[in-house]
């Protein structure tokens, strides 16, 4: 009997440790240094990965793991902690001063910040987090520490990569740092696994990086299908904007940068307009976004542009909006103009497309898996303006095109919700929890 109780207790042992090998994370503590999750994108570096950050946090909290985000505190009026949503807190962690604190200069920081997200672990019990998710290379420093003193794992995401920036630069843009290709390659040796946008993203992990093929999985970024949708159509957007219902209305929407390349849109209008002045009464370019990065050095520099090219009179300069704002912008628009150098995936693609309008792109990084070519929208190849001018002439003599693309985009996003980028992610979590575990034993073994 004593035999049979200890063989039962054994296979007891066996199947719980199963399920402990394949059980999803209950805590995660998130990693995202140079911009906070509660900061409006499109100004300073908020962008793309800020929507990625709260959306995918709020998701996982719905699948019930708990995401506790830590950021720098930009601001002395913020509590250190914010509820964002249900199972979802943000952290405010000192280091450095609040304001006038460029992105190049948080390296000297990060000390600081790990300082601080350690403090906040030292008032929890052991084992309080289960997993490190870091996000853009100054969290994953972090994030390698911060998984090491916690004897947890870390997954690791990218958003950009300094080899492929500086492969794919605009003329005027500058490299980056030395500093952070030697960081980037750091991490990728430390994490357990590494979450890649794309499968192009995936090889250039493996090219540049020699990431290991196994740790790297491919989780394509999600759109908030709620907010981003036709809703009551381009005609009510327009109206309720101020927009002339019969205009062309190419958009670009983001961080003004030459990275985004909101200059290839303009001289690509100069260029339609030189060929064709009778568009002139009849097109409206919006620039929606604020400067950011290396545009900062040169803040009107897009307007300068704009009087130099002499077509200032059907540029309109808008700053940031919220996201319900950003949405109604992309139903009013014919088309949203992408041309930039290097994006990881291109969110706002997504967010057009989800709004039922096509995109115009350059075929770089992610766009050409977010954008399908000649059926929701088109691919080009390089940055000539003359190419864009090309594809605005279309959409400017084929009212209908817009029609037609929009609702083929509107269906094409549907694919791209966060649920499925969440329970995608929850699985990689597991696999990187389960390698951790068998990591330690073997070293312990």
Not at 167 to 193: C, F, H, M, N, S
Not at 273 to 293: A, C
Not at 378 to 405: C, I, K, Q, S, T
């Amino acid at each position: 009997m004593s035999q049979y109780v200890s063989r039962l207790g054994r296979r007891s042992t066996a199947a719980s440790s199963r399920l402990r090998l394949h059980r999803r994370p209950r805590r995660v503590a998130m990693l995202s240094v140079h911009t906070s999750p509660l900061h409006q994108p499109g100004t300073g570096d908020a962008g793309g990965m800020n929507v990625y950050i709260v959306e995918l946090a709020q998701r996982l909290a719905a699948i019930n793991i708990e995401v506790e985000i830590f950021t720098r505190a930009t601001t002395g009026t913020l509590p250190p902690k914010v509820e964002l949503a249900p199972g979802v807190m943000v952290r405010h962690i000192d280091a450095g001063p609040y304001e006038g604190l460029a992105k190049e200069d948080l390296p000297a920081q990060l000390c600081a910040f790990t300082h601080g997200a350690m403090q906040a672990w030292a008032g929890h019990r052991p084992g309080y987090y289960d997993l490190v998710h870091s996000h853009y290379w100054l969290s994953g420093h972090v994030g390698w520490l911060a998984a090491e003193r916690w004897g947890t794992p870390l997954v690791h995401a990218m958003h950009t990569m300094a080899k492929v920036k500086n492969a794919a630069l605009a003329a005027d843009d500058t490299p980056e740092p030395a500093a952070r290709v030697i960081g980037e390659t750091q991490i990728v040796r430390a994490a357990d696994r590494l979450i890649a946008n794309t499968a192009e993203e995936a090889d250039e992990l493996v090219r540049h990086y020699e990431a290991e093929q196994s740790k790297v999985a491919v989780v394509h970024p999600g759109v908030n299908l709620d907010r981003f949708r036709p809703a009551d159509g381009r005609a009510a957007a327009r109206a309720r904007l101020g927009l002339p219902q019969d205009a062309l209305i190419p958009l670009f929407a983001g961080r003004i940068q030459p990275l985004k390349a909101p200059d290839v849109l303009l001289r690509a209008v100069a260029v339609l307009l030189e060929e064709r002045p009778d568009l002139r009464s009849h097109i409206v370019v919006p620039v929606v976004g604020g400067p950011s990065g290396s545009g900062l050095a040169k803040p009107e520099g897009l307007q300068k542009l704009a009087a130099r090219l002499g077509i200032a009179d059907v540029v309109c300069f808008r700053p940031p909006v919220g996201q319900e704002q950003l949405a109604d912008w992309f139903r009013a628009a014919s088309v949203l103009v992408m041309p930039s150098y290097s994006e990881s995936f291109g969110l706002v693609a997504i967010e057009a497309q989800a709004s039922g309008t096509p995109v115009l792109a350059a075929a770089v990084g992610g766009l050409p898996v977010a954008v399908r070519h000649k059926e929701t929208g088109f691919l080009v190849p390089g940055h000539d303006p003359v190419d864009y001018a090309r594809v605005l002439r279309d959409f400017a003599d084929n009212r209908a095109l817009a029609e037609r693309m929009g609702a083929a985009a509107a269906w094409h996003a549907k694919s791209f919700g966060w649920d499925t980028a969440a329970a995608a992610t929850a699985d990689v979590y597991m696999a990187a929890m389960h390698e951790h575990r068998r990591h330690v034993r073997s070293h312990h073994g």
